[in-house]
């Protein structure tokens, strides 16, 4: 690593105590006199508090929402809910803007002149939206959706080809980190940092120390599966990670400043459970804990000697850091003698009173957050389960077929129990953690076609014993992820359903289909038009839909099969009458096939040269010089080792795409009517593995007579 | 003075039996165990100054020979990829679930899960502490250096492939041992002792990170309890409240009951759990048990959650085994559930079911034998062992028992009767496997050190004369198969130098024609080879059967007794003398 930083736990935050309101949003006023006001969000209140820790303003907003982001200027607030953004002044409504999808995060950016704040949303239907009063300015379309934003005030625009540009960063669910360039009238993408180790979502991002002393801010990002960044940007444009860390739990917030010395400036993260966790260069991050009353610790008056000793004895801040940190660790220990006392002093009267364990174990219901996220490279489901205690097992239970992958980073030691199907259950497994572990992840496969749920229990390690479940559903075109734009190049089969529907209704079938929808149409409108792909084949979907009519439009006719069967179930549920008119085209599977082809035939390919590859590297052992092998078989036993990783990273790979287009040559035999010849398949699976058969051939097969 | 070296190898082809040789060839150690032998090491376990020999077997027991006596059996839980001396009397294993431990003679000191699979285990002390660690190589490559006391990691490395083999030697002739790692493709590092005082800078950075980790796990220490003690002042303050979602707390004198109950449609037995009232309800449960369960854990959960609720079990084999029991519990619509943690030891014959007396025909075979115990303490071992809650049937003088075993059927009687002064005891079933198990349980419960018995048991002999019988026939196919080996082997000589002179004599019409008469010759060959591979195999399985017999039938005697009928098996085989042998088995005794 090229930046040393040394880590410091700092405080804790102890579990939000019953009755009150967890805060939401916690900011410094923007305005020149309140840069030394705290403001605090909870449910739709607004509280601002003064150094002393007085509380000198209260605002009830009236709003439904929660308050999830709250910035002040002066006698301006804006507050960020769910999908609702308000601007208030003195008290009294100014502006509102209803999302069409959930605001993920919120910042307001000063683009029009330094007090003019206008509020920039990072959200979910995968756009950056800039408003001035109630009206959208522009929206900037997003890779993914963006789940963090931070306007950073000292541009990384090292050319200064942009100066009145004001630089936004955000991050997004699939882990990626991008600039974006703002301007009243537009925005440009800058510099983008892609996540090829497919680390955890961006959750915190943060710029604001010169750690290398480059004349740039370091740009520090914070990850929800714990890792840390700091980040370098280079002349060119590129950004180097400098310093990588990974902590045991999510990142939920970091900022940065002189925090515990006044010799260098030092970033801070707050952690899931509620840690607070400091990381300074050297020189900074000593915890001298000598308070002198009224000093709160800071070491402020040590600040010039220690430097100096800094200088004279290169092994001084050793031995202070030494020393520092001993010193933690007994005041550690010390606290948690005290704790202990206490517990055993609560045990006894609880013990004395005849407790309720129960009571007990409902009155501490620890949090866990968890999220199930599609992983569109691998077409599966990845569910993240992080608790705020350890966890001791999580047990899953879901009414379809989930195939358990093993995530590597896992150390849960998987143990599935047989399929119950008297109960409906078709998936039970349970994960056994060892160690003190927080977070977990389950990553498995499933099939389109049903609707199904998932839950999962979660049971602490420690005492008291309450268990906590989740639970998600999975859609019936589960594997579809919503992107932008339509490839109209495609042919295309065409399913249309038109009867005495509503707006409200037909959406409700489709969110009840596909991920990733607002729970209602958005305000104002009739109809709407998305677009998804399929991440496991890379078909498309287009859904366009009003009162009366609702038009899928795909390449694939087993994704139009799959939501006919929906429609038709949820319409006879709400007694609506509904008429379907079906087009299913021969052109579409060819196209399907064509786009799987070069996967399947790069897979066997791929198959064959490892085969081969260790009866060749016996020849070369025994032989030594093997110039009379034809070339093709030179650079196989050259690239042998990029063979074998490759061959290694997806052995399963071959059989699943053969797999996919069996299923589409039955789907589509049972959505035009043809009655399968099932007899079929075993030639089929022949032909898909022989390396030498053609495209054409298996077009041939495919549509030749059945 | 004569060196004499012996080594110890357990045959997977011969399999069963454990082989001791001297350096002259000769052998010098012959015994049977109970299952294909899968991991050996020599370890002082007693303290006596003289090394053990450790057996591991694939039915998940440790057997220390001392000799050919087996002094100490212990279970573990799965089949065994190694196991390793560490230091003294500890030893470690490697099992093929992904477990690895350590034991201090007979106690378990710790071991640990991964779901990784072990490859290869060692000992070395690697920190320089002066105590040997246990060192493990994975399947993902993963190598760690475990301390022998704790089992807390001291070292991590990973190879690019799994690993193959750990070994240590002084691999660079510089005096020092070296702990060496293979991979299967190849790679090999060598790792050397730290030594503190060669890198004071590595050390001091080490030290460093120390700290830092520790400040971490305090805290997160002090987090912990302070979530416990948040919990204690929340329910005051609650109390206090009143809490608004009574719908999801259950009531405070709950309780869940836990036994097992024979269930003898589904032929299983059943895990049975009830809470103590109508409000609370069992959601779902989970039970952690090792060797009863296809993998380590089963969950169940019920469509309809109800008071309570069934856990169908199957155990494979007859293992006592103690059930890890979550239950969770919560109110009818909760959403929140409170975890009920339940013990609850599984009898070993937990899968046979009580039946009345002649319900079922009688096993024809038996197995009988004496001991001088009373009554009542037989009754008590039938109670614990079976699961049975009434006292056993029949007069205080007599014990008479009968099971069915759910797993296949087999029905089984158990029968005391005073004779002379001592207990005749004689059980009845057709297994001599289920004999030997309840023979040596027995032994175990009432503490015998010596025991013989009567097998009599026609059908297990009538077929194991065949499988003798096998073993004759194979032999004889496989010397005269020899016999013509050697023929076509010499033949085949011939025609290559016949075939070669014609070749310096430049007859090539000659050459060709030796020629391919050898290649005649050659197929030929390859068929017989195929034949005699055909019967290598069919005779190491008999032969392997034979082992089987020989092991069953030591398993229905203790002690001595079971040592005795090993050897005089073993001569009987040698001297070819059948009905020996036969006699042996039934009486446990025989001319040698």
């Known amino acids: 690593m090229e930046l040393e930083l040394f880590r410091q736990d700092l405080i804790q935050t102890s579990t939000c105590s019953a009755g009150t309101l967890a805060v939401t949003s916690l900011v410094l006023g923007k305005g020149k006199s309140q840069r030394d006001k705290i403001f605090v969000a909870a449910g739709n209140q607004i509280k601002g508090v003064n150094k002393k820790g007085k509380e000198f303003f209260r605002f009830n907003t009236q709003l439904t929402e929660t308050i999830r982001r709250v910035d002040i200027f002066e006698k301006n607030i804006w507050s960020a809910g769910e999908y609702v953004h308000n601007h208030f002044i003195e008290g009294k409504d100014k502006a509102l803007y209803l999302c069409p999808d959930r605001i993920n995060a919120a910042e307001v950016v000063p683009l029009a002149g330094p007090t003019e704040l206008w509020p920039v949303l990072a959200c979910q239907d995968r756009y950056v939206r800039l408003l001035r009063g109630s009206e959208v300015c522009y929206e900037a379309p997003t890779p993914a959706a963006p789940v963090s934003l931070q306007y950073v005030v000292e541009s990384h625009d090292p050319q200064h080809r942009f100066p009145d540009a ?32 497919k680390l955890g979502a961006v959750s915190a991002v943060y710029s604001g120390i010169d750690f290398t002393k480059t004349g740039l801010n370091n740009i520090v990002i914070g990850r929800e599966d714990g890792s840390i960044e700091v980040l370098d940007l280079e002349e060119g444009g590129q950004l180097r990670t ?213 839950s999962a229990f979660v049971l602490p390690a420690i005492s008291p014993k309450a268990c906590v479940c989740v639970r998600h559903t ?116 060819q196209h399907s096939v064509a786009l799987v082809w070069p996967q399947l035939e790069r897979q066997r390919a791929l198959k064959k040269t490892y085969m081969m590859l260790e009866g060749l590297q016996e020849l070369k052992m025994q032989d030594g010089d093997v110039s009379y092998l034809t070339e093709e078989y030179r650079t196989v036993l050259d690239r042998a080792d990029k063979i074998r990783q490759e061959y290694k990273e997806q052995p399963q ?11 589409l040559y039955l789907d589509f035999c049972k959505l035009s009517g043809v009655s399968t010849p099932k007899q079929r398949l075993p030639a089929l699976e022949q032909l898909l593995h022989d390396t030498s058969s053609s495209l054409e051939q298996l077009m041939e097969f495919l549509l030749g007579q059945r | 003075m004569p060196c004499r070296v012996v080594l110890v190898t357990g045959l997977r082809a011969a399999v069963l039996t454990g082989k001791g040789y001297s350096s002259d060839g000769s052998e010098k150690f012959w015994t049977v165990t109970g299952d294909n032998v899968s991991a050996m090491a020599f370890c002082d376990v007693d303290q006596d100054g003289r090394n053990e020999l450790l057996v591991g077997s694939d039915d998940f027991d440790v057997r220390i020979f001392v000799g050919e006596d087996v002094i100490a059996e212990v279970p573990e839980a799965d089949q065994f990829v190694a196991l390793a001396a560490v230091v003294g009397p500890r030893f470690g294993y490697a099992l093929v679930n992904g477990t690895i431990g350590l034991y201090d003679r007979l106690e378990r000191v710790w071991r640990v899960k991964s779901k990784h699979s072990v490859c290869a285990i060692a000992s070395y002390d690697l920190d320089g502490d002066g105590l040997p660690e246990l060192i493990s190589g994975w399947s993902n490559g993963r190598m760690e250096v475990r301390r022998a006391d704790t089992g807390e990691v001291v070292y991590r490395d990973h190879l690019s492939c799994p690993v193959a083999a750990i070994l240590r030697a002084d691999y660079r002739n ?30 001091a950075e080490v030290d460093f990170s120390e700290q830092q980790a520790a400040v971490a796990e305090l805290a997160q220490r002090k987090q912990e309890l302070m979530y416990e003690l948040a919990s204690y002042s929340n329910m005051r303050q609650q109390a206090r409240d009143t809490p608004t979602d009574r719908g999801s707390l259950i009531p405070s004198d709950t309780r869940v009951d836990s036994y097992i109950a024979i269930n003898k449609e589904a032929a299983s037995c059943d895990l049975v759990l009830r809470t103590s009232n109508d409000s609370s309800v069992i959601r779902g449960v989970v039970v952690f048990g090792e060797q009863i369960f296809d993998e380590e854990s089963l969950f169940v959960y019920p469509k309809n959650p109800d008071t309570s609720l069934a856990v169908p079990l199957k155990p494979l084999k007859d293992v006592s085994v103690v059930l890890m029991i979550k239950v969770l519990v919560g109110g009818r619509t909760a959403t929140m559930f409170h975890v009920f943690e339940l013990e609850i030891e599984l009898p070993k014959f937990a899968l046979y079911a009580a039946v009345d007396k002649g319900a079922f025909p009688e096993p024809a075979s038996s197995v009988t034998f004496s001991v001088s115990e009373r009554i009542p303490r037989l009754c008590a071992w039938v109670e614990s062992r079976f699961n049975l809650k009434a006292t056993t049937a029949g007069r205080n003088d007599t014990l008479e028992a009968y099971f069915l075993c759910l797993r296949d059927k087999a029905p089984l009687g158990i029968k005391a009767v005073p004779v002379a002064g001592q207990v005749q005891v004689t059980l009845r079933t057709d297994s001599l496997d289920t004999a030997g198990e309840l023979v040596g349980d027995l032994a175990a419960y009432l503490g015998l050190t010596d025991l013989s018995s009567t097998a009599d048991f026609p059908a297990a002999m009538k077929a194991f004369g065949e499988v003798l019988n096998a073993v004759d026939e194979h032999n004889i196919t496989r010397l005269r198969m020899n016999a013509d080996m050697a023929d076509a082997s010499n033949a085949a000589k011939q025609l290559i130098i016949k075939a070669e002179d014609a070749r310096i004599l430049a007859d090539m019409k000659a050459m060709r024609k030796y020629y391919r008469q050898l290649a005649d010759l050659n197929r030929d060959l390859i068929v017989e080879h195929d034949k ?47 009905a020996a042998l036969f006699r042996i088995i039934r009486e446990g005794d025989g001319p040698v």
């Open chain 2, 174 to 203: 510089d005096g020092m041992e070296q702990v060496v790692v293979c991979g299967v493709e190849g790679e090999v590092r060598g790792y050397l002792p730290l030594d503190l005082e060669v890198a004071p800078g590595v050390a």
């Open chain 1, 166 to 197: 004001k630089e936004v960063l955000y991050g997004t669910d699939t882990g990626s980190l991008v600039q974006l360039l703002m301007e009243p009238n537009s925005a440009r993408q800058g510099f983008v940092l892609p996540n090829p180790k």
């Open chain 1, 474 to 589: 999975i859609r019936p075109l589960c594997l579809h992820q919503r992107i932008q734009q339509m490839d109209t190049s495609r042919p295309t089969n065409e399913l249309l359903i038109t009867g005495s529907f509503a707006s409200g209704d037909v959406h409700a079938w489709v969110t009840g289909l596909l991920p990733d929808l607002p729970p209602t149409l958005p305000p104002g409108q009739d109809g709407a038009s998305y677009v998804f792909q399929n991440t496991l084949l890379g078909t498309q979907l287009l859904c366009r839909y009003r009162g009366g009519e609702a038009r899928f439009v795909s390449d694939l006719v087993s994704t139009l099969g799959i939501i006919h069967e929906h429609i038709m179930r949820e319409a006879t549920n709400s007694k609506l009458r509904v008429n379907v008119s079906f087009n299913p085209s021969a052109q579409s599977l």
């Open chain 2, 532 to 578: 005699r591979a055909t019967n290598h195999v069919a005779l190491l399985e008999s032969l392997r059967e034979v082992n089987q017999m020989i092991q069953r039938a030591a398993r229905l005697r203790v002690g001595a007794s079971k040592a005795k009928v090993v050897t005089a098996c073993r001569a009987a085989i040698k001297n070819n003398n059948m």
């Open chain 1, 242 to 454: 400098v310093f990588s860390t990974k902590l045991t739990e999510s990142i939920n917030a970091l900022d940065g400043g002189f925090l515990t010395g006044l010799l260098a400036q030092e970033f801070v993260l707050h952690t899931f459970s509620g840690k607070v966790i400091s990381f300074a260069p050297p020189g900074g991050g000593l915890l001298v804990s000598n308070p002198e009353p009224g000093r709160g610790g800071l070491g402020g008056a040590l600040g010039g000697q220690r430097k100096s000793h800094a200088v004279a004895l290169p092994g001084a801040e050793e031995e202070e850091r030494r020393a520092s940190y001993l010193k933690q660790i007994d005041r550690l220990r010390a606290d948690i003698s005290v704790l202990k006392q206490e517990i055993e002093a609560e045990r006894s009267r609880f013990a004395q009173r005849g407790g309720d364990t129960a009571l007990l174990a409902m009155s501490a219901p620890f949090t866990v957050q968890d999220k199930c996220k599609l992983e569109a490279d691998e077409a599966c489901y990845v569910l993240s389960i992080e608790s705020a205690v350890p966890i001791f097992t999580v047990a899953i239970q879901s009414n379809a077929q989930l195939q358990m992958l093993d995530v590597p980073s896992n150390v849960a030691i998987l143990s599935r129990s047989p399929p119950d199907e008297t109960n409906g259950n078709l998936t039970l497994a349970t994960y056994r953690c060892q160690d003190s572990t927080n977070r977990l992840a389950v990553k498995f496969k499933v099939r389109e076609g049903r609707a199904a749920s998932l």
């Open chain 1, 653 to 663: 790979h071959l059989d699943h795409l053969v797999a996919l287009i069996k299923d």
